[in-house]
């Protein structure tokens, strides 16, 4: 890869952050201008798309429940919207070839459906983007999302599969088989520690998948998400997801430079691109009112709508194939990128705020609700809280020991996002409840008056900054304290109002040398 795609890749990256949008827009438009520019993309930007790909899978598979695919609001909520989505969109494809509009005047049924059915997918880099970077990924709409993608993501495998010249060899029933290696992938994660082998053998595991499926023919993608998946209880799967986060994130760089490459638009391309991009507002709405009717809380589905409110990767190779197959005209390709490229920037827009604009509309979004909405959208209460501890991972977690030791008159709670991880604290006898802190709605539940001291020991800033935000808005008048890794972090998080931030790097030394001067019977250091 030449310097001038390095230069322009980050400077368009880097400009696009400057007015606090996500770089991958800037990746998209450096693709764009590459490709004006006359570079070839080559076979060293697609290897580099194909890996980021094959391991956001990986990662995915790491984090799935995949008992949660079996609920009704991930399954139903995936194919009834997809049906519904080729059914609207095939019935308007076919009304616009009645008009005359080019490109859409020279469909037939046939290829309106296959479009439809292309546009019928959201994409799953960049809602676990938007996750990731919310640090949502374990939230009740999370796993929605993460759930409908996977079921999306099968259904464009199979598709994939049955449009190929050959067909899944007879050595495809020996995959069943896989669960039985589950230790043996185990113990060698184990076995590599926590140093730089860790990361190198999630993605040798990963591509093992991928290589697998291949010789099996079937697709390289779901055998990486099947290997993170089979890794997934495993002890040492959050700490692998984590090593990979950076090397995921650098070679899907790849990804977004290469939807600039796959053709150069016309103005009509252009033109029939966005009309595609303005039926979003439309693709967004029919989840919200599905995932409602599915019982789904008001505020889950809102954010799960507005999530998947994009074209996906998926919808390009589909179409991809329908050109290569002749089913479908070479500019549709080019339509799709464009469409694709779209979808992403108003995505992004639309998600950069999705709790605050809930917040303000949630009286109007309520009324979507059911009478009686699903067990797993309910609230637990922290009854009699005094103390609030929002995050209980490992920083959170020992707050909490520390504060129950020495502080036994207030009532000291934890509240966590993920359910797995506050089962775990409450069998150890914790009070610790599943809830969102930046939910409005959990808020307005709790008794804020009682509450003395919120601590806010989440992974994420953006989080914290997002509950702030959401505190102002509740009117609490009490203390909070915060954690923080770097030091423009913790003044932003000062000048927000917050009383007390505890910087992880800076401060965890002083706690050591204090903790280690006890041995000696010094009490404190002066």
């Known amino acids: 890869m030449e310097y001038s795609w390095i230069f322009i890749a980050f400077t368009f990256g880097f400009l696009v952050k400057q007015i606090n949008l996500p770089p991958l827009i800037g990746y998209l438009i450096a693709g764009y201008i590459l490709n004006i520019l006359g570079f070839d993309s080559g076979s060293s930007l697609q290897t580099l798309a194909d890996f980021g790909v094959t391991l956001l899978l990986f990662t995915i598979g790491l ?28 019935t308007v494809f076919v009304g616009l070839s009645a008009t005359g509009l080019k490109y859409f005047s020279d469909l037939n049924l046939n290829s309106a459906i296959l479009i439809a059915f292309a546009i019928s997918f959201s994409s799953t880099v960049l809602a676990v983007k938007i996750l990731e970077d919310k640090g949502e990924m374990k939230s009740r709409h999370g796993q929605i999302i993460i759930g409908i993608l996977i079921i999306q993501d099968i259904a464009a495998v199979i598709f994939l599969t049955f449009t190929t010249d050959t067909l899944p060899s007879i050595w495809a029933l020996a995959l069943l088989a896989l669960p039985l290696a589950r230790p043996l992938m185990g113990n060698i994660l184990h076995r590599t520690g926590h140093g730089e082998m860790l990361p190198l053998a999630g993605i040798f595991l990963a591509f093992s998948g991928g290589e697998l499926f291949e010789l099996a023919g079937l697709k390289a993608d779901l055998g990486a998400l099947v290997f993170g998946i089979l890794l997934s209880s495993d002890i040492k799967a959050n700490e692998l997801s984590k090593s990979l986060l950076n090397f995921k994130d650098l070679f899907l760089i790849g990804f977004f430079l290469s939807i600039g490459f796959t053709a150069l638009p016309t103005l009509d391309m252009l033109g029939t691109a966005l009309i595609l991009a303005i039926a979003l507002p439309l693709k967004s709405t029919l989840y919200f009112i599905w995932l409602t009717r599915l019982k789904l809380r008001g505020r889950s589905a809102f954010l799960t709508a507005l999530n998947l409110a994009n074209y996906s990767e998926f919808g390009l190779i589909i179409c991809s194939v329908c050109v290569m197959k002749g089913w479908l005209g070479s500019e549709w390709l080019v339509i799709m990128s464009l469409a694709v490229a779209f979808s992403f920037v108003f995505s992004t827009f639309i998600n950069a705020n999705s709790h605050l604009v809930y917040s303000r509309w949630k009286s109007f979004i309520h009324k979507f609700e059911t009478p009686v909405c699903l067990p797993e959208d309910y609230f637990d209460h922290p009854k009699g809280a005094e103390i609030l501890i929002i995050g209980m991972g490992r920083v959170g977690a020992g707050a909490y020991k520390t504060l129950t030791m020495r502080s036994s008159k207030h009532h000291i709670w934890g509240v966590d996002a993920d359910k797995q991880r506050v089962d775990i604290h409450k069998s150890s006898g914790r009070q610790v409840i599943v809830g969102d802190a930046e939910d409005a709605d959990f808020w307005d539940n709790i008794q804020l008056e009682k509450l003395k001291l919120i601590m806010l020991a989440m992974p994420s800033h953006l989080d914290m900054l997002e509950v702030l935000q959401q505190l102002n808005i509740a009117d609490y008048s009490g203390k909070v304290a915060a954690i923080a890794r770097y030091p423009d972090d913790k003044n932003e998080l000062l000048n927000k109002g917050v009383d007390v931030v505890f910087n992880l790097y800076e401060e965890a030394g002083a706690g050591f040398a204090q903790e280690s001067l006890g041995l000696l019977g010094i009490d404190a250091i002066r």
Request: charged letters at 15%.
């Open 63 to 90: 984090k799935l429940n995949l008992k949660s695919l079996l609920k009704p609001e991930i399954w139903a909520g995936s194919s009834v919207h997809m049906a519904a989505t080729v059914l609207l969109a095939t």
